[in-house]
């Protein structure tokens, strides 16, 4: 949660050293992204976890709440599915840039497995909440209750 202040910070210094010192810095738009990238991943498991994504509520909101956990289930299916699929490319892309010390080809030239192994942190992190997610559905379509 506090990336974002840090993310700020470097931002602010990149803006003020341009504006009023006339000297560019060649990482911080990089750095930033690199943060922006890992609070916006490792807060993803959080945001399922107290429920805080956002839904089109068109028709959701007028079902009953058996109904709703069913619909919950099918869709933290998917989910599961999708996170499982970008949890391999994650693990397979920090492998490869762990192994073949990849770089961003900028004139900064950071290293990316840093990034690269919170994104598949971060993903994975969200696989188990929407795996949480899924049973306690699955229970509530079955008239049970799990807290």
């Not at 470097?10 to 890992?38: C, H, K, V």
């Not at 289930?73 to 994650?90: D, H, P």
Request: charged residues 10%; contains cysteine; positive net charge.
């Amino acid at each position: 949660m506090y990336l974002i202040f840090v993310m700020i910070g470097i931002l602010l210094y990149a803006s003020i050293s341009r504006t009023m010192f006339n000297m560019p810095i060649s990482w911080a738009m990089e750095m930033g992204q690199f943060l922006l990238a890992a609070y916006y991943l490792l807060g993803g498991g959080y945001s399922l976890q107290i429920n805080s994504h956002v839904r089109m509520d068109l028709l959701y909101g007028r079902l009953s709440p058996r109904k709703m956990a069913f619909t919950d289930t099918i869709t933290a299916f998917f989910l599961i599915f999708y996170l499982c699929v970008l949890l391999y490319g994650g693990i397979s892309s920090t492998a490869y840039a762990v192994t073949y010390q990849q770089v961003n080809y900028t004139s900064w030239a950071p290293l990316l497995w840093p990034i690269k192994s919170i994104m598949t942190v971060g993903i994975a992190l969200m696989l188990l909440q929407a795996i949480a997610i899924f049973f306690r559905d699955l229970a509530r379509v079955r008239g049970e209750e799990i807290a």
